[in-house]
């Protein structure tokens, strides 16, 4: 039995038992190719790979055949050894556990009779995606690389755009079974170790069998677990990454996934978009003023309508009334039921349009949107007015540049229309003071979530509602508390 | 890590002690004044500004004698155990009554002019709501927040200019008619307007850089005075005299008799600015006073301790029944907080004679 076998042991002098071990361990995995030969010397070996991991060629041409060609091999002659191979990788573990790993982990590992150490050689080659535009995140005067599920990948993308030593990646190993490496990189100088000795001390304290995507790491480490707002920058863009790099956050990259996460990050990283730095400062900030007020819009546009048709009537002026009036007299339900009602049937065209096929979707949201928005109108089941101001609601939601803070934004949006609809502008005022209070509680790593408001920064607050010009951009945000604090001259 | 979550600044203290005493004053400040001294209330709040910016410097000063220490270990050194504990237990007290009294007032803001059929009951659970989430992590979060009030202070100075054109400076005119007397009488609801800067002596040990304290505090005590000194002349300007007699909360009233091009009503969009900031002067006073609680018992961090907290105080707070009977105990607290700032002023004396404990820092 497999489980019976220590595998956590130095390799034994005897070939057979070597083998016997290693085989009996990985037995039922059709994958993983056992090669047994006879060397020149007359000795017994084995070559064990990955099929499908393992680059077959390079293997043959430039591992298999020297090994085979050796006139003599022993533990004399492994010291010249890195001489005669014309790899790249070689190792010489001598751990059958770090046998087992590294053949799991793609390298072609030959073992040999007289050798108590095995040859492990890194020799990948597998299928992977092309470097594309990342769907979620869309730019129009932005790069449009994105990361993929290589992480070697990733890692050559960022050396790429920072050519500098300063670049560093700390390793880790997470997963009981999957034994996924995580890398979290920085820019050494910059970032601030203290910050990096928190990262450090979560991602070890990490006990869990696998981690599919980067969402369930962030969502182990982050500081508030049950906070719905997002704490840690989930992207795919690498425009985005190196700006986090640069400015002394941390990027925190999980193999096999192709989203990253940066952290700390503010509320209002959430806000910005990559482009935004890419146009001109006045364009920049137009938008910048223009997410707010739709951020703003999508909060609390609703529960504020609401709450002033249910209850403070009078504060809407009398031409308006008028109209509203007319517009609800044929709706049988109380304001909050019709905009449920609106809300429910935006949700579900939106999370039908999701998982389905584009050339579907467009059917759908005309289906969704025009006739059933149209005719139950028609039918006297909502009003007008109703339907327009949540859809403005869902539109200003829609602008937000990230996934997760959307989800927030909705889910509060819900609470709001609940709370103004029984309580009047106290429902709308009470859960926004709530919000408030919540985003100044919040901690990315430590770090203030909110940070240019409360606690105030006058010197950051030039790139977050506004983005001044890039030549008043010389200092780095404080939010990261970075080692160096200006952009340029002595840091290249 | 629980202590570090009441580390402030002094830039914070700052916004902690503005919008104390901002939130509790400027309700009722311009009417109480039109009672006793007439259109000449302004000069009233410039002089009680600038003698209560003296006070601010001597209780910084006592503090700074002793080393990050409050005052309740500090009257354990200069009075003894026992004594020190009565004071202390006095001093809580009259903060605990402070929270009551303030949410009550508060509330009445909101009953009286905006939501007339809300029990008031239901009002202050909702007020308590966010200064409990706030409280219940540390003084640092209450005083981030804190810093809302100059928004809402900057909301009201363009709430003035809008209405600048209205405004007939007749009514201030003759200039100083009341005399001393007028001063004199002011006295009371000057004090009471700006009560709110003797949490300096509670909280002075969370400060982190404590040689800035002294130039943040009285900087918090001159945006307020001149905050109170516009609001008096525009107010008294805007009704005059007489009219300002008659209304109880005449900032509300002021906003609402301005007429915006499309929104009516703006007093409910007023109050909904001015709700969270004045909430929060409600907030500063309730989480020292449970900092304070928490510090002289021993507490631990539990969530059972808050909501009792504020169970009693939500209790207490109900206890007055009308805007009079607010008045009555208003006065009381007015007292009680005059006292309270002789008292940490002979206590800045004293140190000199009975030396024990001090240690005085750069």
């Given at each position: 039995?497999?489980?019976?076998?220590?595998?956590?042991?130095?390799?034994?002098?005897?070939?057979?038992?070597?083998?016997?071990?290693?085989?009996?361990?990985?037995?039922?995995?059709?994958?993983?190719?056992?090669?047994?030969?006879?060397?020149?010397?007359?000795?017994?070996?084995?070559?064990?790979?990955?099929?499908?991991?393992?680059?077959?060629?390079?293997?043959?041409?430039?591992?298999?055949?020297?090994?085979?060609?050796?006139?003599?091999?022993?533990?004399?002659?492994?010291?010249?050894?890195?001489?005669?191979?014309?790899?790249?990788?070689?190792?010489?573990?001598?751990?059958?556990?770090?046998?087992?790993?590294?053949?799991?982990?793609?390298?072609?590992?030959?073992?040999?009779?007289?050798?108590?150490?095995?040859?492990?050689?890194?020799?990948?080659?597998?299928?992977?995606?092309?470097?594309?535009?990342?769907?979620?995140?869309?730019?129009?005067?932005?790069?449009?690389?994105?990361?993929?599920?290589?992480?070697?990948?990733?890692?050559?993308?960022?050396?790429?755009?920072?050519?500098?030593?300063?670049?560093?990646?700390?390793?880790?190993?997470?997963?009981?079974?999957?034994?996924?490496?995580?890398?979290?990189?920085?820019?050494?100088?910059?970032?601030?170790?203290?910050?990096?000795?928190?990262?450090?001390?979560?991602?070890?304290?990490?006990?869990?069998?696998?981690?599919?995507?980067?969402?369930?790491?962030?969502?182990?480490?982050?500081?508030?677990?049950?906070?719905?707002?997002?704490?840690?920058?989930?992207?795919?863009?690498?425009?985005?990454?190196?700006?986090?790099?640069?400015?002394?956050?941390?990027?925190?990259?999980?193999?096999?996934?192709?989203?990253?996460?940066?952290?700390?990050?503010?509320?209002?990283?959430?806000?910005?978009?990559?482009?935004?730095?890419?146009?001109?400062?006045?364009?920049?900030?137009?938008?910048?003023?223009?997410?707010?007020?739709?951020?703003?819009?999508?909060?609390f546009?609703?529960?504020m309508?609401?709450a002033?048709?249910?209850?403070h009537?009078?504060m809407?002026?009398?031409?308006?009334?008028?109209?509203?009036?007319?517009?609800?007299?044929?709706?049988?339900?109380?304001?909050?039921?019709?905009?449920?009602?609106?809300?429910?049937?935006?949700?579900?065209?939106?999370?039908?349009?999701?998982?389905?096929?584009?050339?579907?979707?467009?059917?759908?949201?005309?289906?969704?949107?025009?006739?059933?928005?149209?005719?139950?109108?028609?039918?006297?089941?909502?009003?007008?007015?109703?339907?327009?101001?949540?859809?403005?609601?869902?539109?200003?939601?829609?602008?937000?540049?990230?996934?997760?803070?959307?989800?927030?934004?909705?889910?509060?949006?819900?609470?709001?229309?609940?709370?103004?609809?029984?309580?009047?502008i106290l429902?709308v005022i009470i859960?926004m003071v709530?919000?408030?209070?919540?985003?100044?509680?919040?901690?990315?790593?430590?770090?203030?979530?909110?940070?240019?408001?409360?606690?105030?920064?006058?010197?950051?607050?030039?790139?977050?509602?506004?983005?001044?010009?890039?030549?008043?951009?010389?200092?780095?945000?404080?939010?990261?508390?970075?080692?160096?604090?200006?952009?340029?001259?002595?840091?290249? | 890590?629980?202590?570090?979550?009441?580390?402030?600044?002094?830039?914070?203290?700052?916004?902690?002690?503005?919008?104390?005493?901002?939130?509790?004053?400027?309700?009722?400040?311009?009417?109480?004044?039109?009672?006793?001294?007439?259109?000449?209330?302004?000069?009233?709040?410039?002089?009680?500004?600038?003698?209560?910016?003296?006070?601010?410097?001597?209780?910084?000063?006592?503090?700074?004698?002793?080393?990050?220490?409050?005052?309740?270990?500090?009257?354990?050194?200069?009075?003894?155990?026992?004594?020190?504990?009565?004071?202390?237990?006095?001093?809580?007290?009259?903060?605990?009554?402070?929270?009551?009294?303030?949410?009550?007032?508060?509330?009445?803001?909101i009953?009286?002019?905006l939501?007339?059929?809300?029990?008031?009951?239901?009002?202050?659970?909702?007020?308590?709501?966010?200064?409990?989430?706030?409280?219940?992590?540390?003084?640092?979060?209450?005083?981030?927040?804190?810093?809302?009030?100059?928004?809402s202070?900057?909301f009201?100075?363009?709430?003035?200019?809008?209405?600048?054109?209205?405004?007939?400076?007749?009514?201030?005119?003759?200039?100083?008619?009341?005399?001393?007397?007028?001063?004199?009488?002011?006295?009371?609801?000057?004090?009471?307007?700006?009560?709110?800067?003797?949490?300096?002596?509670?909280?002075?040990?969370?400060?982190?850089?404590?040689?800035?304290?002294?130039?943040?505090?009285?900087?918090?005590?001159?945006?307020?005075?001149?905050?109170?000194?516009?609001?008096?002349?525009?107010?008294?300007?805007?009704?005059?005299?007489?009219?300002?007699?008659?209304?109880?909360?005449?900032?509300?009233?002021?906003s609402?008799?301005?007429?915006?091009?499309?929104?009516?009503?703006m007093d409910v969009l007023f109050i909904s600015v001015w709700l969270p900031a004045?909430?929060?002067?409600?907030?500063?006073?309730?989480?020292?006073?449970?900092?304070?609680?928490?510090?002289?018992?021993?507490?631990?961090?539990?969530?059972?301790?808050?909501?009792?907290?504020?169970?009693?105080?939500?209790?207490?707070?109900?206890?007055?029944?009308?805007?009079?009977?607010?008045?009555?105990?208003?006065?009381?607290?007015?007292?009680?907080?005059?006292?309270?700032?002789?008292?940490?002023?002979?206590?800045?004396?004293?140190?000199?004679?009975?030396?024990?404990?001090?240690?005085?820092?750069?």
């Amino acid at each position: 039995m497999a489980e019976d076998i220590n595998t956590d042991v130095n390799l034994y002098n005897d070939y057979e038992k070597n083998f016997f071990i290693i085989d009996e361990t990985l037995k039922d995995c059709p994958d993983i190719i056992r090669r047994q030969v006879i060397l020149n010397s007359g000795k017994k070996g084995c070559f064990f790979f990955v099929q499908g991991l393992c680059d077959l060629d390079l293997f043959q041409r430039d591992f298999m055949t020297p090994l085979l060609n050796l006139q003599k091999l022993d533990s004399e002659e492994i010291k010249y050894l890195p001489n005669k191979l014309p790899v790249a990788g070689l190792t010489f573990p001598i751990v059958i556990d770090k046998i087992i790993q590294d053949i799991l982990a793609g390298n072609a590992v030959f073992i040999c009779d007289g050798l108590n150490t095995g040859i492990s050689c890194t020799l990948k080659k597998y299928e992977k995606r092309t470097i594309e535009e990342p769907d979620g995140e869309k730019s129009i005067r932005g790069d449009h690389d994105g990361f993929i599920e290589d992480m070697a990948t990733n890692i050559a993308t960022i050396r790429r755009k920072l050519k500098t030593p300063n670049l560093k990646f700390k390793n880790f190993t997470v997963g009981n079974i999957s034994h996924q490496t995580v890398n979290v990189a920085y820019l050494e100088n910059i970032a601030n170790p203290n910050i990096l000795q928190i990262i450090s001390d979560k991602i070890t304290q990490l006990d869990s069998d696998s981690f599919i995507a980067i969402g369930y790491l962030e969502q182990i480490i982050a500081d508030h677990p049950n906070s719905i707002f997002p704490q840690y920058l989930a992207t795919e863009r690498p425009d985005k990454a190196i700006a986090g790099l640069l400015e002394g956050r941390f990027v925190i990259m999980l193999q096999e996934t192709s989203f990253v996460m940066i952290a700390p990050v503010t509320y209002f990283a959430f806000t910005q978009a990559p482009e935004d730095y890419s146009t001109h400062w006045v364009g920049a900030t137009y938008l910048r003023m223009l997410r707010t007020l739709a951020t703003l819009i999508a909060f609390f546009l609703p529960g504020m309508y609401i709450a002033l048709l249910s209850f403070h009537y009078y504060m809407i002026p009398l031409h308006l009334l008028v109209q509203l009036a007319q517009s609800r007299a044929k709706v049988p339900f109380p304001p909050v039921i019709e905009a449920f009602m609106v809300e429910f049937m935006i949700e579900m065209v939106r999370e039908a349009s999701i998982r389905l096929p584009s050339f579907i979707t467009s059917s759908i949201s005309i289906v969704g949107g025009l006739v059933i928005g149209q005719t139950a109108i028609q039918a006297g089941i909502v009003s007008d007015l109703m339907v327009i101001v949540i859809a403005a609601s869902a539109i200003a939601g829609f602008t937000m540049p990230t996934y997760d803070l959307g989800i927030s934004i909705r889910i509060t949006k819900y609470v709001i229309m609940i709370t103004s609809s029984i309580f009047g502008i106290l429902g709308v005022i009470i859960p926004m003071v709530m919000v408030l209070a919540h985003l100044i509680v919040l901690d990315s790593l430590g770090e203030p979530y909110f940070q240019p408001i409360a606690p105030f920064k006058f010197s950051d607050l030039k790139d977050t509602y506004i983005r001044a010009p890039i030549r008043y951009l010389k200092k780095r945000p404080d939010i990261a508390k970075p080692l160096d604090k200006e952009r340029g001259k002595k840091n290249g | 890590m629980d202590k570090r979550k009441n580390n402030i600044t002094s830039a914070q203290l700052m916004g902690l002690i503005v919008s104390i005493q901002v939130g509790v004053g400027m309700t009722g400040l311009p009417s109480n004044l039109a009672t006793v001294c007439g259109h000449d209330g302004w000069i009233s709040v410039l002089i009680y500004g600038i003698i209560i910016t003296a006070v601010i410097a001597l209780i910084i000063k006592l503090m700074n004698r002793y080393n990050n220490k409050s005052i309740y270990e500090i009257n354990k050194f200069l009075y003894g155990k026992y004594l020190g504990g009565l004071l202390n237990l006095l001093i809580v007290l009259y903060l605990w009554y402070s929270v009551c009294l303030c949410l009550r007032s508060y509330i009445n803001v909101i009953h009286a002019d905006l939501l007339r059929s809300t029990p008031s009951f239901v009002l202050c659970v909702f007020t308590l709501i966010p200064t409990c989430y706030l409280a219940w992590y540390g003084l640092k979060y209450i005083t981030r927040f804190a810093q809302m009030i100059y928004l809402s202070i900057g909301f009201c100075l363009i709430l003035y200019v809008l209405v600048f054109s209205e405004l007939r400076f007749n009514f201030l005119m003759p200039i100083a008619q009341s005399g001393i007397e007028g001063i004199k009488a002011s006295f009371t609801p000057c004090i009471f307007a700006f009560l709110g800067y003797d949490v300096i002596s509670i909280i002075y040990p969370e400060i982190t850089n404590k040689q800035k304290a002294m130039k943040f505090a009285i900087g918090s005590n001159i945006i307020t005075t001149i905050f109170f000194v516009i609001l008096v002349l525009v107010t008294t300007s805007f009704f005059g005299e007489e009219m300002l007699k008659k209304s109880i909360y005449p900032m509300i009233k002021l906003s609402r008799s301005y007429r915006a091009p499309i929104i009516e009503r703006m007093d409910v969009l007023f109050i909904s600015v001015w709700l969270p900031a004045m909430a929060m002067s409600i907030g500063g006073y309730f989480s020292v006073t449970y900092y304070s609680i928490r510090k002289l018992l021993n507490l631990k961090k539990k969530v059972i301790y808050l909501i009792v907290f504020t169970l009693i105080t939500i209790l207490l707070s109900n206890v007055p029944k009308s805007i009079s009977n607010i008045k009555v105990y208003t006065n009381i607290m007015t007292i009680s907080g005059i006292i309270f700032s002789i008292f940490l002023v002979i206590c800045y004396l004293f140190s000199f004679i009975r030396k024990k404990g001090v240690n005085p820092h750069v």
